[in-house]
């Protein structure tokens, strides 16, 4: 699967800084993630795919970030719309959608932003109505950012179970383009993560019953147990493919003989400030590794991923994975100054991915994730760090 992604990460080097100067979908390095069959990773082998976990997507996406952050992003949202649908999606789902996955046929988009939400995951205002005709569902919903979403040829919605449902039970269905009515609402021209093409999007249809994925009112467990884990996941490791191609191409400039002044390598400064840099990309690479193993044993345990412990780490990734990698492409500008590390027509694109990884603290905010993993640690009396650590020592009480 990594060889899969080798393959497709030329095509999306060749157009990454197109995609990012007019801040256009890239249709391109789609279609050829669709043909190479990585639109496929996360669907079982039954059903025609690659059968891969989330160990396979951290590779992949890493690979597929060095060339092209925004394409690496817009494929790991999509496998993890694949994941829940793999895990929560009814029979028929699974056997009408997944071996169209597979065939790169269908490329799904994520649709669980919402106006007045705050972009709260576990939270919906739009109701699910029931449709007229029997065994549908109708929804009519606003959504202000998806990725990718003008071309996405189907959707997972999150929507308010019912029109009487409190806000909290939230119902996910799958919903195709032609069961809808896709209206797009402003336009995208953001700092960075521009070649995303997140636009708003207004939905409105009807879906069948079968369409629900997780059952009614249960998105809590489709989050928990697949959308966030495979987002965490995926998205640290696009971040950091992102870092490490940076840190490659100024590793490679620097042994080269048309290397700037300032980047001598025989210099106690630049090796000093290269360290810093490798340091954070390791601390992340090992703890991505780390989470990776955690979660995939627990899912072939079959044991949830709810834990308070679980739970920090996933959060936990996330929020070092955005700090740490964008702060080592800032040392890398920094290091590399104003021609090489500053400039957008610089054969080292640094200037762009710190664009794109200053996005990454955003993307799902970290000071909503650190409020999380303080009130989880509240939880987790034993401090269950990372690697299967022995429960903390705490003295006896008298």
């Not at 496929?40 to 082998?45: F, H, Q």
């Not at 994520?110 to 549908?136: F, I, R």
């Not at 336009?187 to 019953?209: C, F, K, Q, Y």
């Not at 810093?276 to 590794?289: F, M, N, P, Q, S």
Request: hydrophobic share 45%.
């Amino acid at each position: 699967m990594a060889q899969l992604a080798r393959s497709a990460a030329p095509v999306l080097a060749r157009y990454a800084a197109q995609v990012d100067r007019e801040a256009s979908f890239p249709a391109a390095s789609v279609r050829a993630l669709r043909d190479g069959g990585l639109f496929g990773l996360l669907v079982p082998e039954e059903y025609g795919g690659l059968g891969g976990d989330l160990h396979d997507l951290a590779d992949a996406a890493q690979i597929l970030a060095g060339g092209c952050l925004s394409t690496a992003m817009i494929w790991v949202m999509h496998g993890q719309q694949v994941d829940a649908i793999a895990r929560f999606g009814t029979e028929r789902l699974r056997k009408d959608v997944l071996p169209r996955i597979a065939a790169g046929e269908v490329y799904v988009g994520s649709v669980t932003t919402e106006p007045g939400t705050g972009s709260s995951l576990l939270t919906a205002h739009a109701p699910l109505n029931e449709a007229e005709a029997a065994e549908e569902l109708r929804l009519e919903r606003d959504a202000p950012v998806v990725t990718g979403g003008e071309h996405a040829d189907a959707f997972l919605v999150t929507m308010r179970d019912a029109p009487q449902a409190a806000q909290h039970r939230v119902t996910m269905v799958y919903a195709a383009r032609a069961q809808l009515r896709v209206r797009t609402s402003g336009g995208w021209d953001p700092l960075g993560m521009r070649g995303t093409h997140s636009v708003g999007l207004r939905l409105a249809g009807e879906v069948p019953a079968h369409q629900v994925v997780g059952g009614r009112g249960d998105f809590r467990r489709v989050a928990v147990e697949s959308m966030i884990p495979a987002a965490h996941v995926g998205w640290s490791a696009c971040w950091l493919g992102a870092a490490r191609a940076a840190l490659a191409a100024v590793v490679a400039l620097a042994r080269s003989p048309r290397r700037p002044a300032g980047l001598d390598p025989a210099s106690d400064l630049v090796a000093e400030r290269l360290a810093r840099v490798r340091i954070d990309l390791e601390v992340v690479g090992a703890y991505l590794g780390e989470v990776v193993r955690e979660v995939c044993a627990r899912r072939r345990a079959g044991d949830p991923l709810d834990l308070p412990a679980t739970q920090i780490h996933l959060n936990t990734l996330k929020v070092v994975a955005a700090e740490s990698t964008y702060r080592a492409v800032d040392r890398l500008v920094r290091l590399t100054g104003l021609a090489t590390g500053y400039l957008k027509d610089s054969p080292v694109p640094l200037e762009r991915q710190l664009r794109d990884l200053r996005s990454a603290s955003l993307n799902y905010a970290d000071d909503r994730l650190l409020v999380a993993v303080g009130a989880l640690s509240l939880a987790d009396r034993a401090v269950a760090t990372a690697g299967g650590a022995p429960a903390a020592y705490q003295p006896e009480r008298s």
